[in-house]
């Protein structure tokens, strides 16, 4: 199910040494991950298999530079908390196509 975010009402992001290190491990950048929230299309859908615990988010997106990314975020202490971040793979760029995001590569 896609969702609606009012990002307004959130206090931006949560970064520590943990969930940059993971990232860094895909080769994104925490600033990368921040380019997503603000370009369009942003397609964000509840992770239901992995939300026992807290509410995760599923989302697909481009940074500034067009880079199609996969994210998995949470909302801790009011704020974006990103757990795992990658480039798209075949199957996300065809999931991501058909929930309106861009039709071309």
């Given at each position: 199910m896609r969702l609606n975010f009012d990002f307004s009402k959130l206090d931006g992001f949560e970064w520590d040494e943990g969930n940059l290190e993971h990232i860094k491990k895909?080769?994104?950048?925490?600033?990368?991950?921040?380019d997503l929230f603000f370009n369009i299309p942003l397609i964000i859908n509840r992770d239901e298999e992995h939300s026992q615990a807290e509410e995760r988010f599923r989302v697909y997106g481009k940074?500034?530079?067009?880079?199609?990314?996969?994210m998995i975020f949470t909302i801790r202490h009011n704020k974006i908390r990103v757990l795992s971040s990658r480039d798209q793979n075949k199957k996300e760029r065809i999931e991501f196509q058909e929930q309106?995001?861009?039709?071309?590569e």
């Open positions: 895909h080769k994104v950048n925490y600033r990368e991950c921040e940074t500034n530079r067009k880079r199609k990314i996969f309106g995001g861009e039709t071309h």
